[in-house]
């Protein structure tokens, strides 16, 4: 069974920085795409960011690139989601997933499923 852990969330202020992290059990870790998404109170879940199996490519929405950065230590079985220049709009709670196959990208929503249970990012202005 795969299990999902998020931890490192909390208050900040606007421009400051966050790392999450992710800690995955239950299968081979390095075969598996990461990703991270967020949903806002009142909206719907989005895709933020994903890293391929051997961490080849990395793929980010708009709104993030150049400030947020994923990667993945798969010595450990963690993800990770560095998070830098934060705003209001970032305020979120952020999940972590993986996909259901193998050996896959991480840049398509469809193919994560499974999940963590959220660790909740507050921006403070």
């Known amino acids: 069974q795969v299990q999902l852990g998020e931890s490192g969330g909390g208050l900040v202020q606007v421009g400051g920085s966050l790392r999450l992290s992710c800690v995955a059990e239950g299968r081979a870790f390095s075969r598996y795409a990461m990703g991270w998404f967020r949903q806002a109170p009142g909206k719907e879940r989005e895709f933020v960011a994903g890293i391929d199996w051997g961490s080849h490519r990395a793929f980010y929405r708009d709104s993030v690139k150049g400030r947020f950065t994923i990667s993945r230590d798969n010595s450990k079985n963690t993800v990770y989601l560095q998070m830098n220049a934060l705003q209001p709009e970032d305020t979120a709670v952020y999940y972590c997933?993986?996909?259901?196959?193998?050996w896959g990208l991480g840049n398509r929503r469809d193919q994560f499923a499974y999940w963590g249970q959220g660790t909740q990012v507050t921006v403070s202005s």
């Open positions: 997933a993986t996909e259901r196959h193998a």
